[in-house]
């Protein structure tokens, strides 16, 4: 890509599914919206400190992707372990898909951007935390390796198709009362049981076309006093 080039457009090599390395000069301001979304093969992504403006689902379900980048002195963005970030961290901006396992999302994160994990297969466990605010739309999108999910009541709303073709997951805790939603939540996640606690509002029988269960992990031990034992997911351990 020549030092002339300024700006990478909406979409300009969506699904190039052979594509494995762009390098970006660094006259490049702005990368479009879907500008990458589909390159199921790239695998890292460098971000030259230039780059401004970073457009809606950019880097999305690419599923191969190791690791983006950022050049530490940009202004505007950051990474952490490979992770995108807005600059001072309150939006994640994407995750990178190849990555399998367990992943706790910083505590400086409001924002869980539109189709920040989308496509992300190997992703068996994500923690939020409290700092979180909203989830986008698409943001857990073909997640089809996540199994349960915990989400804080600091969460107010959840986009479309956020958890849409989890076809694992099963428990969804909410510590709070229930958010405002988008439709198609739990789109083809079928098996998907919603769990709230006892005080919390909002919740009828079901939620988002997913059955609700009251969940109290208030548990007895066995001096007979009472305290609350969670496992890694949230839900109550017996003892």
Known sequence: MGNSVTRIGIGAFADCTSLTNVPIPNSVTEIGSFAFSFCTNLISFAIPNSVAIIGDRAFSYCSGLNAIT????????????????????????????????????????????NAAFAGSYGLTSIVIPPSVQNIGIEAFNYCAGLTSITIPNSITSIGYETFAYCYRLTNVYFQGNAPSIGSSVFYAASRVIVYYLPGTTGWGSTFADRPTVLWNPQIQTNDGSFGVRTNQFGGAMTL
């Open 70 to 113: 950022v050049d530490a002195i940009n202004p505007f963005y950051s990474s952490v372990n490979g992770v995108l970030f807005s600059k001072g961290q309150t939006t994640l901006i994407q995750y990178t898909g190849a990555k399998a396992g367990i992943y706790t999302i910083p505590n400086s994160v409001i924002n869980i951007a």
